[in-house]
């Protein structure tokens, strides 16, 4: 399951940030999300551990902690997309998709002409279609 | 999804835009006018790169940014590619295009046209054409700027039009 999603503008700005747990620990999934940026960075700084391809978007796995496991994902335009989930067998593949799928309600909620550049995203119709992201992860490979 | 947008469209709104803000919102400004329609186009520009780079690894260097703008991102936005690429290696890059959309249907104002070409008018009629057509090159300008902005490279853009139809889109980065 999917515990918080977050967008991190290019200045670490949070952009947009929804946790989906029932419990209130929305302040500790926070935290993960923010540490999560100190990884980000030294994954880009130092692309040799970044995988096989290099610059790829896709940044995997940044690091596991006991009850989460946290991956990233780095646009062209310097945002970043995180993901924390208490699931742990995950196939690579749901989550690539999971942030195909992401990346593409962000670029539409921030091409809309209301939206002003580096504010929150408060569209709720992102929130929407977000949340339904979220719904639909990894259903392909649970059935 | 491939959308489709209607070419006439385009060039009607882009006349529109630009004639609204130098008869207008800003008539006798042209300065304030140009800088007015760049930052649509700078607004335009941001967007279309986020969408425009969303299936492919990020760049390592400006002049990969710049050829992805000559090849990707003008064939999504002009149907066509750069036609010349030219750079100093010291961060001033020259985008030419040998026959810019925008500009290809345009026509000068037939009263400019009109008059006596006693040597003086016709100068003078030259001079307002370019004018008139270096208002709606702010437009571009700013899409390129908004773009690259958008991909980590503050720069400034301008357009030169000495040999039409052709134009060239000067890119200066700023270090």
């Known amino acids: 399951m999917i515990a ?65 496991k946290v991956y990233g ?71 | 999804m491939a959308r489709e947008v209607s070419e006439s469209c385009i060039d009607s709104l882009l006349t529109e835009m630009v004639s609204s803000y130098c008869n207008r919102f800003d008539a006798n400004k042209p300065e304030l006018a140009g800088r007015r329609i760049e930052a649509i186009g700078y607004q335009v520009g941001h967007q279309l790169a986020e969408r425009y780079t969303m299936e492919r690894p990020r760049f390592s260097d400006h002049l990969e940014a710049i ?26 890059f020259v985008l030419q295009d040998n026959k810019f959309r925008w500009l290809a249907r345009m026509s000068v104002d037939p009263s400019i046209e009109n008059v006596d070409l006693s040597q003086d008018t016709s100068a003078l009629a030259e001079n307002k054409a370019t004018q008139a057509m270096g208002m709606h090159l702010y437009f571009p300008c700013g899409i390129i700027r908004g773009a690259l902005s958008n991909l980590g490279i503050p720069c400034a853009v301008s357009a030169d039009i000495s040999n039409l139809p052709a134009c060239s889109f000067v890119v200066r980065i700023k270090a």
């Open chain 1, 4 to 68: 918080c999603v977050a967008v991190i503008g290019h200045q670490n700005n949070p952009l947009y940030i929804q946790s989906f747990t029932e419990a209130d620990d929305a302040l500790k999934l926070h935290h993960i999300v923010h540490c999560s940026l100190d990884v980000v960075e030294e994954r880009v700084n130092n692309p040799k551990k970044s995988g096989p391809t290099l610059n790829e978007t896709f940044l995997g796995l940044l690091y596991p902690t006991e009850n989460y």
């Open chain 1, 73 to 143: 994902y780095l646009t062209n335009t310097k945002v970043k997309f995180i993901l924390v989930t208490t699931d742990l067998d995950v196939r690579d593949a749901d989550v690539r998709n999971f942030f195909r799928r992401f990346h593409a309600a962000y670029v539409d909620a921030v091409s809309n002409p209301f939206h002003v550049p580096g504010k929150k995203i408060t569209s709720k119709t992102f929130a929407e279609r977000v949340s339904n992201i979220v719904k639909s992860f990894g259903l392909s490979s649970a059935g």
């Open chain 2, 67 to 92: 050829k992805f703008i000559c090849k990707d991102f003008w064939s999504e936005v002009f149907k066509k590619q750069i036609d010349n690429l030219k750079t100093n290696h010291r961060g001033t």
